[in-house]
T-cell receptor, first 113, second 110 residues
């Protein structure tokens, strides 16, 4: 079974803090993704990575950056957290190529106060 | 810009009924369509993936169909059970990115 894990299920941070969200997958998947999910807005893609050290902006990259130094790990960084970044953050991974399913982690509920 | 719509937003049915969830999309140039299930406060679980060249996929009591030309997909759930209660999301893929619908919140009443 594919396993995608995220470093925290719940996280509370203060405005202005630098926040790291970690995602690890154990199936040697090339592609990894970060989404945020908000009521009424659904899931929106923040960043994705085709492979190690590669990254592409998604639909809402502002205020975020990412890092992929190893194939199994994809980090989302909030450089200076703001209250409007309070959300559920979901990581996903999959093999390269369109016919393959995306597999999601359990999510991190981030609250910025 | 691709838009994905799921109607209804919520559905409540008695246990044992067969039901259909609907998904429509505006741009038929898709690579595949994926159906997910999400339990409250949890991540997404992949249910079925239909490639653009396929018409349907089946897994157990679930059957998903795809009509690219009309921009529609349906998820059929047979003999529904209380454990099927969850939010069901469809997502279409183009240019290596998934675009999600808002989901249908399904409640199966015992």
């Amino acid at each position: 079974d594919v396993k995608v894990t995220q470093s925290s299920r719940y996280l509370v941070k203060r405005t202005g803090e630098k926040v790291f969200l970690e995602c690890v997958q154990d199936m040697d998947h090339e592609n990894m993704f970060w989404y945020r999910q908000d009521p009424g807005l659904g899931l929106r893609l923040i960043y994705f990575s085709y492979d190690v050290k590669m990254k592409e902006k998604g639909d809402i990259p502002e205020g975020y950056s990412v890092s992929r130094e190893k194939k199994e790990r994809f980090s989302l960084i909030l450089e200076s957290a703001s209250t409007n970044q309070t959300s559920m953050y979901l990581c996903a991974s999959r093999l390269a190529g369109e016919p393959y399913e995306q597999y999601f982690g359990p999510g991190t509920r981030l609250t910025v106060t | 810009k691709q838009e994905v719509t799921q109607i209804p937003a919520a559905l409540s049915v008695p246990e044992g009924e067969n039901l259909v969830l609907n998904c429509s999309f505006t741009d038929s140039a898709i690579y595949n369509l994926q159906w997910f299930r999400q339990d409250p406060g949890k991540g997404l679980t992949s249910l079925l993936l239909i490639q653009s060249s396929q018409r349907e996929q089946t897994s157990g009591r679930l059957n998903a169909s795809l009509d690219k030309s009309s921009g529609r997909s349906t998820l059929y759930i047979a003999a529904s059970q209380p454990g099927d209660s969850a939010t069901y999301l469809c997502a279409v893929e183009g240019a290596q990115k998934l675009v999600f619908g808002q989901g249908t919140r399904l409640t199966i009443n015992p």
